[in-house]
């Protein structure tokens, strides 16, 4: 607890202080320097706020034509198909990366497919790789494609596309014998009773 008798000693003791520094005329609460700035003038100008207020209410939008033009460039279509092999892309993803393959004959090619990037994307994305199968029909590298699948894990995905290319393409009769075989040897290996049948 502080002392009266202590709390009115300092202030006497800063009263003389500053008496010592500012002479006679020392305010007994708060020392306020004076103002030595002149105030500003009033603003008397009427034309000049018009930017406030404007009078004209005529408003035209200026479109720029080439605004969504950035985002559908094949740059940002192949960073879309990167994405489609680490995880499942939305349905505008999908149709933006299907117009492009559909539509622009370079864009397959620049995308440089190999074998081992369809148990990925039969994974993650089974529609996307029924439609780069159903291209890439006539290539070379088709045979590749369809050993992969042979020999990839067997799951529902894997099921469906294997049934969508059967329904648009004629295979050759030994890749369904092997896939059919190869699900039939993977159905069996499972212990689980449920998945089995299923």
Request: net charge negative.
């Amino acid at each position: 607890v502080d002392d009266p008798e202590n709390d009115s000693k300092d202030e006497q003791t800063y009263k003389e202080v500053l008496s010592q520094l500012f002479g006679k005329d020392v305010p007994d609460s708060v020392f306020v320097p004076p103002l030595v700035r002149p105030p500003p003038p009033l603003y008397s100008e009427e034309d000049d706020l018009v930017w406030l207020c404007p009078n004209d209410t005529e408003y035209t939008f200026a479109w720029q034509p080439c605004i969504a033009d950035d985002k559908d460039k094949p740059g940002d279509v192949k960073k879309l198909f990167a994405l489609a092999q680490r995880q499942s892309l939305d349905s505008s993803q999908y149709e933006l990366i299907k117009h492009e393959l559909y539509n622009n004959e370079e864009f397959l090619a620049s995308l440089s497919l190999s074998p081992a990037m369809l148990p990925k994307l039969v994974d993650k994305n089974p529609s996307l790789a029924v439609d780069l199968l159903l291209l890439t029909a006539q290539n070379q590298q088709f045979g590749e494609y369809l050993t992969a699948l042979i020999n990839m894990d067997l799951s529902l995905h894997s099921m469906e596309v294997v049934n969508k290319i059967t329904a648009n393409l004629e295979l050759p009769p030994q890749f369904i014998h092997y896939y059919i075989r190869n699900c039939i040897t993977n159905c069996t290996e499972i212990a689980d009773k449920n998945t089995q049948h299923r």
